[in-house]
């Protein structure tokens, strides 16, 4: 039997194909194969033509047979060749499910490698140049989503940090804006929702805590919401 | 007097040179002038061997009066150059002061543009083969720093979110780990320290929360923490 391949797992950031890494979009032009999730671009995937592309068409929220036959297919793919990447939409580490793909490779003995990727929520703040942190206003950020595992609460407790920022956020945000309404929050606070971020259908919204608490229209694309005392508007800032 | 130049916020990534994104290293090779941050690698700048070079050389601590001038010298920059970068470590959004330097441009009405680096938490994760989520265990994170501000309490409520990254982060994670420990957290919560992540002279640390609490070497370079059951080695991984 031929030596296993080796796979890498490389974010490709939000969408925009040259917000991939510089190391990320070298080793993508070197891939034999690339096993690619729905939220990557057709844009990003001409950084690879050379490859077998693979859609793995995973979305938040499928079931977790799923990703088991992702699993499966990286393991299969590195005992067929040797160079194999693993292209996920924003960061492999954050809201990825990098740990499932890395338990399967790694009891098969492969080697794996992983290179970061541009998070969905620092391109938003990058789009709508809204800061995450401001020195004496905000200076600790959570990252969160609602469940998709099954068997776990929909609704833990919501971090108490100055900024929060919830990915796959559409109508969930919602409810996380009722949520902070009755934690005492104020109505006012601002709310930034960023959809198809850096894509060229993005879309930027400008809200209240309070009107988002009234409801978001439905969307198509991801949908990032952020909300905090940091994404006010700046005295001179252009919209 | 000439038209005002347009300012580019790119953010460089934890300091490889190939971990900035496509795009911010196109935009090196096209300024005229960079101002960059001590945290910024002499590998980067290599990207940007056509421009004059000015080292602003703040590290996170101090004092204000520094940012001020840092402000006044991108105005000036934008004054006197069609095409000034502003290239900062990890991300301008997140713990990057960035909130101060737009408001200085804007009410210049001098145009900005921002470019998203990895922010060194991802970088780690990505380093440490350690995501930050895992279906499961961990959906929420929180990235935050210790005060630097005058004024501000030094002892904020600590995020109550499942997993824990403390920025800038040597001896205050010993502080954090302590209060953690007081707030019921168990001792072998699992935590990695990651010194100069990406550089050469990368170090990966793991320990444990009461180890933590414990004391940590000192050390030269920038020392991210990251802290939850997410970091957890996994059974066949390879340390």
Redesign the interface.
């Known amino acids: 039997m031929a030596a296993l391949g080796k796979v890498y797992l490389i974010?490709a950031?939000p969408g925009?194909?040259?917000?991939?890494?510089?190391?990320g979009?070298?080793l993508l032009a070197q891939a034999e194969v690339v096993l690619y999730d729905a939220l990557v671009t057709p844009e990003m995937l001409a950084l690879c033509a050379q490859a077998e592309l693979i859609s793995v068409g995973k979305r938040s929220g499928q079931r977790?047979t799923a990703q088991t036959a992702i699993n499966q297919q990286l393991v299969e793919c590195a005992q067929r060749y040797q160079m194999v990447v693993r292209l996920k939409g924003g960061?492999?580490?954050?809201?990825?499910?990098?740990?499932?793909e890395?338990?399967a490779l790694?009891?098969e003995?492969i080697e794996?490698e992983?290179?970061?990727?541009?998070?969905t929520a620092?391109?938003a703040?990058?789009?709508t140049?809204?800061?995450?942190?401001?020195?004496?206003v905000a200076?600790?950020?959570?990252?969160?989503?609602s469940?998709?595992?099954p068997?776990?609460p929909d609704h833990?407790?919501l971090?108490?940090?100055d900024t929060l920022v919830q990915y796959m956020g559409g109508r969930e945000a919602v409810g996380t804006a009722t949520r902070l309404l009755a934690e005492g929050r104020r109505p006012d606070l601002p709310v930034v929702v960023v959809e198809n971020c850096s894509r060229a259908d993005q879309r930027i919204r400008r809200l209240t805590l309070a009107g988002l608490g009234e409801g978001l229209d439905a969307t198509d694309g991801p949908v990032l919401v952020m909300i905090g005392e940091?994404l006010q508007l700046?005295?001179?800032?252009?919209v």
């Open positions: 974010g950031g925009a194909a040259d917000l991939i890494t510089v190391r979009a070298r977790s960061d492999p580490m954050l809201f990825g499910r990098a740990d499932e890395l338990r790694e009891a003995g794996v992983v290179v970061p990727g541009i998070t620092l391109a703040a990058a789009a140049k809204q800061p995450l942190t401001r020195r004496g200076r600790s950020v959570a990252f969160f989503t469940s998709t595992a068997g776990e833990p407790a971090p108490a940090t940091a700046r005295l001179h800032q252009p």
